[in-house]
């Protein structure tokens, strides 16, 4: 049973930093595409950041210069540092990941159930 769990979140002011993570458990061969999303209050999930198996990240015009993801293949472990938040910054964030579950190259979406980050003004 392969599971994403998320950390991290909390409760900051404007201006301050967070860093979110995501572990991925279970029978694992390894992770390809991961990302973060976010949902905020009355708002359709977006996304917020991703990485691929090679490292390349693209990520929303709201966060570019403020927010890094970034990926630890040995530990089947997603990051997401976010620095100078916004209030606007205030969601639920997920992790989504394609992941490998056998050695000859299966690969099954999940999702994480969330981690709330609240920016204050």
């Known amino acids: 049973q392969v599971q994403l769990v998320e950390s991290g979140g909390g409760w900051v002011q404007a201006g301050g930093s967070l860093r979110l993570s995501c572990a991925a458990s279970g029978s694992i061969f390894g992770i390809n595409r991961a990302a973060w999303h976010r949902q905020a209050p009355g708002k359709q999930r977006e996304l917020v950041a991703g990485?691929?198996?090679?490292?390349?990240?693209n990520y929303a015009d709201s966060v570019k210069g403020r927010f890094t993801i970034s990926r630890d293949n040995a530990k089947n472990m997603v990051y997401l540092q976010m620095n100078s938040l916004t209030p606007e910054d205030t969601a639920v964030y997920y992790c989504?990941?394609?992941?490998?579950?056998?050695?000859?190259?299966?690969?099954?979406?999940?999702w994480g159930q969330g981690t709330q980050v609240t920016v204050s003004s």
């Open positions: 990485i691929i198996n090679g490292g390349s990240t």
């Open positions: 989504n990941a394609d992941i490998r579950v056998t050695w000859y190259g299966t690969t099954n979406g999940y």
